[in-house]
């Protein structure tokens, strides 16, 4: 059931576009999260809450990148399909989480974050953007 909003006076469906905006709006308040992003698997940017230093369109391209070489990668080794994937750096951790078929949900945690509480929340989201995406 899609969210209503009020428009000059009547109630109105929401967009797809302020559906993932409250999505990603909701991921942010987890907290530990620096920025998130929704990319598509062939790396373009979807939707993205991203610090100004950040090129969201480039990181897209990079997430949609990784995610296919583990992807990959889960296939040569016939381990099943990718459910998650974390890199580790010096001043976070990258999340990639699959939202359906054609969709990516990202997060860029701070250092020390809770990835566990992290993880549950994002593949929760990742089922609310694949449904909002129809199911893709």
């Known amino acids: 059931m899609r969210e209503m909003r009020i428009i000059w006076g009547k109630e109105m469906a929401k967009t797809k576009k302020e559906e993932l905006d409250d999505i990603l709006t909701a991921l942010m308040q987890v907290g530990q999260i620096k920025a998130c992003g929704i990319v598509s698997k062939e790396g373009l940017l979807i939707n993205s809450r991203t ?15 990784i995610m296919g070489a583990a992807e990959a990668a889960s296939t040569q080794m016939t381990t099943g399909s990718v459910s998650q994937i974390s890199v580790k750096t010096e001043k976070g951790t990258i999340v990639l989480i ?26 929760s989201i990742a089922e609310q953007v694949n449904q909002i995406m129809g199911g893709m």
């Open 51 to 65: 610090p100004p230093d950040v090129d969201a369109r480039i990181f897209s391209a990079l997430c949609s990148t």
């Open 98 to 123: 699959p939202a359906g078929s054609k969709a990516i949900l990202t997060a860029l945690t701070e250092t020390e974050a809770q990835l566990g509480l992290i993880f549950v929340e994002m593949e």
